[in-house]
């Protein structure tokens, strides 16, 4: 298997305020991150996960963890060769959380193949560079989607639409909620299918503003 050098990618939010740094390792077709995220809302976190992926970029593992002061929170979210999750919790000082976690029920991710972390842009790469997206086409997904910062995990059906190519190499990706919330945004991808900016989610930090955002002839 042959990897490529590890990429650190940052991003950075205003409102509400917060940040990620994560070292992404792209080995042909498999991603492992480590990753580290501040937060402020609903109240100040400290967030720091792993991710591995199996072929095809298909989300095989995730261990996040989230701490305040005087409290804890793990989730170690796991898929088998078969399909079928399993999600299972730490807790410490949780009487001191002021954040409840609704019971996660894992045969409802049925038909998902990929982990969508809250409030993460890297988590938005897996399903567009597994189809191409950041070049042609739209897909529907199943997601298994983590919520920040109490980490409940949910069905959460989503879309993907490549909308047009930027100089560069760039390329912006159309995401919808199907979930009856309306939520759209346009994101803006690099040329290796990693997100630069996700409106009010994340933007790349020491990048974007350098980069051309016109569409290529």
Request: one cysteine or more; glycine letters at 10%; proline letters at 5%.
């Given at each position: 298997?042959?990897?490529?050098?590890?990429?650190?990618?940052?991003w950075?939010?205003?409102?509400?305020?917060?940040?990620?740094?994560?070292?992404?390792?792209?080995?042909?077709?498999?991603?492992?991150?480590?990753?580290?995220?501040?937060g402020?809302?609903?109240?100040?976190?400290?967030?720091?996960?792993?991710l591995?992926?199996?072929?095809?970029f298909?989300?095989?593992?995730?261990?996040?963890?989230?701490?305040?002061?005087g409290?804890?929170?793990?989730?170690?979210?796991?898929?088998?060769?078969?399909g079928?999750?399993?999600?299972?919790?730490e807790?410490?000082?949780?009487?001191?959380?002021?954040?409840?976690?609704?019971?996660?029920?894992?045969?409802?991710?049925?038909?998902?193949?990929?982990?969508?972390?809250?409030?993460?842009?890297?988590?938005?790469?897996?399903?567009?560079i597994?189809?191409?997206?950041?070049?042609?086409?739209?897909?529907?997904?199943?997601?298994?989607?983590?919520s920040?910062?109490?980490?409940?995990?949910?069905?959460?059906?989503?879309?993907?639409s490549?909308?047009?190519?930027?100089?560069q190499?760039?390329?912006?990706?159309?995401?919808?909620?199907?979930?009856?919330?309306?939520?759209?945004?346009?994101?803006?991808?690099?040329a290796?299918?990693?997100?630069?900016d996700y409106p009010?989610?994340?933007?790349?930090?020491?990048?974007?503003?350098?980069?051309?955002?016109?569409?290529?002839?």
């Amino acid at each position: 298997m042959v990897a490529r050098p590890s990429r650190c990618l940052a991003w950075s939010r205003a409102d509400p305020f917060g940040g990620e740094f994560v070292e992404v390792r792209v080995m042909e077709d498999r991603i492992g991150a480590i990753g580290v995220a501040l937060g402020s809302a609903p109240l100040p976190y400290r967030l720091d996960y792993t991710l591995e992926t199996r072929a095809e970029f298909v989300s095989e593992n995730l261990v996040v963890s989230v701490r305040g002061d005087g409290w804890k929170r793990t989730l170690n979210l796991h898929q088998t060769h078969s399909g079928s999750w399993k999600a299972s919790y730490e807790e410490e000082g949780v009487r001191q959380v002021p954040l409840q976690r609704i019971v996660t029920d894992a045969s409802g991710l049925a038909g998902a193949l990929d982990v969508d972390l809250g409030l993460s842009p890297l988590f938005n790469t897996m399903p567009v560079i597994r189809h191409g997206l950041n070049r042609h086409g739209r897909f529907d997904f199943i997601m298994a989607w983590v919520s920040v910062p109490d980490l409940t995990v949910h069905r959460s059906p989503q879309r993907y639409s490549f909308v047009r190519a930027l100089d560069q190499g760039l390329s912006v990706v159309r995401f919808e909620s199907l979930a009856g919330d309306g939520f759209v945004a346009d994101l803006t991808y690099d040329a290796e299918g990693f997100v630069i900016d996700y409106p009010g989610i994340g933007r790349r930090i020491g990048l974007l503003d350098g980069a051309s955002t016109t569409p290529s002839s």
